[in-house]
């Protein structure tokens, strides 16, 4: 995933499955780039909730393969 600007290391990406089930958790670590290996995720819809100081702070939607 590609921010807009660096990403913290206080900042926690999290991938949910459709049930809110988070599946992986993510820090920053000052880079704009966020790498979310696949592992065993199967295809289907996933959202990212991006958290900050114990708040969420955004979210978007993906879609795996």
């Known amino acids: ?8 290391a206080d900042v926690r990406v999290d991938v949910l499955d459709a ?6 958790s993510i820090r920053g670590y000052g880079s704009r780039e ?13 959202v990212l909730r991006v958290m900050r100081g114990g708040e969420q702070v955004g979210s978007a939607r993906i879609v795996m393969d």
């Open 1 to 8: 995933i590609l921010f807009a600007g660096p990403v913290p």
């Open 34 to 46: 966020v790498l979310i290996e696949r592992g065993h995720l199967e295809s289907g819809l996933y």
């Open 19 to 24: 049930s809110g089930r988070a599946l992986r």
